[in-house]
């Protein structure tokens, strides 16, 4: 019966609870995709942080060729915030391109010639594929660089990838969908506990305007018969 005097205050919960559920739901699952492209000199292989005489060239090249990408569509200063993580900032799909700073957070200092990239995407396959079209533009973009700065091939400086790392940004999709049922039985029992709660509040509340209300008289009563 209290149900069905206060089936609004259950249909309240039962729809905050959907609402709670749809964000827990396994379409919102994450994924990050990460590769790192270093800049070499001309012949040669990844060179020592300790070679002054090339880091801040190839260094300096790195950044020209980040100018020459387009603008990320996950903020960089946001990733470096939370530890080099676009999944870490809230960002469920875009990209970022990095040059590194070694300066921590405040302090610039950029010593490694080298460009972080990560995508993130709803499917592994999305920000994987993400991710290689961004190093096919970094290498086009380097490769158009020293062409228009005229260049000779044997004196330019070229790339190395890493491989390509797929994180899991978030909880499995079947712990995610056990925590959704969890919710919708909790939402469910909390809803129909909050009815009762409010049909019995009100019905104390009615007993105690009851009890506060004044008796008529015997008098008035006599007089009335009368």
Known sequence: ????????VALVGLMLTTVGWLV????????????????LPPGQG????SDDSKIPTLVNFAAMVRLALP???????????????????????????????AGGQWSKWYNQPVLSVEAVDATPQDAESQVRQLTGQIVEASADLQTRLQI????????SLSAVEVVDGGVRP?????GASGLMGLGAFLSVLGAVSVDRCARWAA??????????S?????????
């Open 46 to 49: 990844p060179v020592s942080q």
């Open 174 to 178: 079947s712990t995610r969908a056990r």
């Open 71 to 101: 603008s990320d569509t996950g903020s960089a200063a946001d990733r470096e915030s939370f530890g080099g993580s676009l999944v870490g900032a809230g960002v469920r799909k875009g990209f970022a391109v990095l040059l590194p700073n």
């Open 24 to 39: 827990l739901s396994p379409g919102q699952h994450v994924y990050s995709a990460r590769v790192t492209v270093t800049f």
């Open 152 to 159: 000779p091939p044997a004196s330019r400086v070229t790339t």
């Open 207 to 216: 007993i105690r305007r009851l009890a506060r209300s004044p008796i008529p």
């Open 1 to 8: 019966m209290s149900l069905r005097r206060r089936w609004y």
């Open 218 to 226: 015997t008098s008035n009563l006599t007089g009335a018969r009368r």
